[in-house]
């Protein structure tokens, strides 16, 4: 089943505290992307990940980093998170060779208060 | 400056009409373009993807065009139902790898009502 889970689905933070979001997908796809969505706003790109250790800066990186040891999960982490990171999060994976093959977690919406 | 423009940016229709969502975009160069469909709090769900100059995808009662002189897609929703209210999402992506970048439109909110 090609599937994009992503852990948790919801997330009550305070500022300044760290914060995890997991994503793991099952189709052995090379590339991974975390985005974030804020109404009115298309997605914004904060990384995507080529595979296992080579990840980029997306358009908006500023105030997180990723990790990815293993193909199928790769990471978002908000070292000491801020109010205006309050957002839904989604991460996605896709063949390298294929990028109209794209596929979408649920998402995780982030609250920092 | 915003690569991809959707209208209208939210539409109301009756169940059982039909309705056409349309996205404009500048992107270049524009290797495919997608229509994701996203239900509220979820994540996005591929309706179909277009490729090649003047592409016509269908799925069910989703049809789509591909104008790539025009740089323009539309998305027809026949014979809607309740189920389609959902948020419409125009996607462009610059190349055939994961390579390229992906850019997309801030959607069409659809409702549809009884």
């Known amino acids: 089943d090609m599937k994009v889970t992503q852990m948790p689905r919801y997330l009550i933070k305070r500022m300044g505290e760290n914060v995890l979001l997991e994503c793991g997908q099952d189709?052995?796809?090379?590339?991974m992307y975390w985005y974030r969505q804020d109404p009115g706003l298309g997605l914004q790109l904060i990384y995507i990940?080529?595979?296992?250790?080579?990840?980029s800066e997306g358009d908006i990186p500023k105030g997180y980093r990723v990790s990815r040891k293993k193909r199928e999960h790769f990471s978002l982490i908000l070292d000491s998170a801020k109010t205006n990171q309050t957002s839904v999060y989604f991460c996605a994976s896709s063949s390298r060779g294929r990028a109209e093959t794209l596929y979408f977690g649920s998402g995780t919406r982030l609250t920092v208060l | 400056k915003t690569q991809v423009e959707q209208s209208p940016q939210s539409l109301v229709v009756r169940q059982g009409e039909n309705c056409v969502l349309q996205?404009?975009?500048?992107?270049?160069?524009?290797?495919?373009l997608r229509w994701f469909k996203q239900d509220t709090g979820k994540g996005l769900v591929s309706l179909t993807v277009?490729?090649?100059?003047?592409d016509k995808t269908s799925n069910g009662r989703y049809s789509a065009t591909l104008d790539k002189d025009a740089k323009h897609s539309t998305l027809h929703i026949t014979a809607t139902l309740l189920d389609d209210t959902a948020t419409y999402i125009c996607v462009v992506g610059d190349r055939g790898s994961a390579l390229g970048r992906l850019h997309f439109g801030a959607g069409t909110q659809l409702i549809v009502i009884p």
């Open positions: 189709m052995s796809h090379e590339t």
């Open positions: 996205c404009n975009y500048s992107v270049t160069p524009d290797n495919h």
């Open positions: 990940s080529y595979d296992v250790d080579s990840n």
């Open positions: 277009l490729v090649h100059e003047n």
